[in-house]
């Protein structure tokens, strides 16, 4: 569920860490923001989890076709639009890159998370909602790390914007679908 919805944000994050070489400080606020611009999207999508946690459970398993939209939507792009990354830092020096800059464009490219995030954690037991936070706190780690290390390989960097957009339709889809199964929407049911 993280990778899926933060492949654009792992691409702006290699983007933003190659400005920012070798500069520690830089490298520090890039960590810094991407955490601030997410604990905002998931400060977000609980509060939206906690209202549909109100609903009675029939009713919040409709809210995989949340996902569902989304992966037809990003499929849809893919076929009839260029499908582009996001915002690009500005250019300028890695000084120029400030925590809150990392942090208003990781949360304004975080609608798909939010999207995602609300229906999993409003069907989720409040157990295993903590799990996912935990796990998806643990994800920005790993984003921040494979951000580096794209951004030190610019082949692997150009496989990955060419092809990440092509798994997100396919697996928000399959999130979508696997709500509206596990929750009984339309009279779905597991096999």
């Not at 989890?49 to 939507?73: D, N």
């Not at 399959?174 to 596990?182: D, K, M, N, R, S």
């Amino acid at each position: 569920m993280f990778a899926v919805t933060n492949v654009d944000d792992v691409m702006l994050l290699a983007l933003y860490f190659g400005r920012a070489g070798r500069d520690r400080a830089a490298a520090r606020r890039v960590v810094l923001g991407q955490y601030a611009g997410f604990l905002a999207i998931l400060a977000l999508s609980l509060a939206g989890a906690l209202g549909f946690g109100q609903l009675e459970g029939s009713v919040t398993a409709y809210l995989g076709l949340v996902p569902l939209a989304l992966g037809l939507r990003a499929a849809r792009e893919l076929v009839v639009e260029d499908h582009a990354v996001g915002a690009l830092p500005a250019p300028g020096s890695a000084q120029a890159i400030t925590v809150w800059g990392v942090a208003s464009i990781t949360f304004a490219n975080g609608g798909d998370n939010v999207g995602v995030y609300v229906p999993v954690l409003a069907t989720a037991s409040t157990r295993t909602a903590t799990v996912y936070v935990v796990v998806l706190l643990l994800g920005v780690a790993a984003a921040c790390l494979v951000g580096r290390a794209l951004a030190a390989s610019p082949l692997v960097a150009r496989a990955a914007a060419r092809w990440g957009h092509v798994l997100l339709p396919l697996v928000l889809v399959t999130i979508g679908v696997a709500i509206l199964v596990e929750g009984g929407a339309f009279g779905l049911q597991r096999a």
